[in-house]
């Protein structure tokens, strides 16, 4: 029986090692449009039934933010997504927030097959609703000449003061373990403004006087995204 705990755990473990990166690169790449070919069947870097492409620069944020908790999860993991222009300007458009409550847990879930089903439909439904927020419209418009879209991982709480007033927050899904109740979860920006006080420009608004010139219009260029602490300088 001990050993049988002991494995349980360790798969618990493994399973929300996982999940943390896949959530971590769901979050960070949402503005990609995704197009994958089924599979007669699946392989081992197929988990949760998820096909999503590995960049080097989010996994090894990831990697380096978990490497950084004592215990897996003692501490709310955030994924936070912001907007920078090409004058400098910043702003946070949403965080994702993952955590485990210890205090809530199901010791006789099946972790093989329970567990990794519900981590499954979490992990699609933070997909889902990663594409009905406001960023994710502006995601689909950025470019190198007027914004970037940024992200940074980090372990601690998040900071929703950075989402402007009349923040909203969305419960994305829980998944019950042995070892806790693992929530993800969402705080979104719904004022889409650049320093207000200031100039109250609403982003991607933009006046050009040639804007009917068609030879001088320049087309938009896509970008991947960056780790907020690289920082963004204008080519």
Known sequence: MALDKAKMWKQSLDYKR????????????????????????????????????????????????????????????????????????????????????????????????????????????????????????????QGADDFVICYKIYNGEPQFFMLGDDYKTAKVGSVPTPVGTININLAYRTKLLITPQKTMKEIPFEVKDDHFKKDNVSPKRPTTPKPCSLGYKRK
Not at 114 to 133: E, F, P, W
Not at 135 to 141: D, F, M
């Open 18 to 141: 996982i999940c943390l990166k896949l959530a971590d690169h769901s979050s960070v790449q949402t503005w990609r449009k995704i197009s994958t070919k089924s599979k007669l069947s699946a392989t081992g870097a197929d988990w949760f039934n998820l096909a999503i492409k590995d960049i080097s620069e989010v996994h090894n944020e990831a990697k380096k933010t978990l490497a950084g908790q004592k215990t897996l999860l003692g501490q709310s993991v955030c994924v936070e997504i912001s907007l920078k222009t090409a004058d400098g300007d910043t702003m946070i458009l949403e965080t994702w927030f993952i955590s485990l409550n210890h205090d809530s847990c199901d010791p006789n879930v099946k972790v093989s097959y329970a567990v990794y089903n519900r981590m499954s439909i979490a992990l699609k439904s933070l997909l889902s609703v990663s594409r009905v927020t406001p960023a994710y419209k502006l995601s689909r418009q």
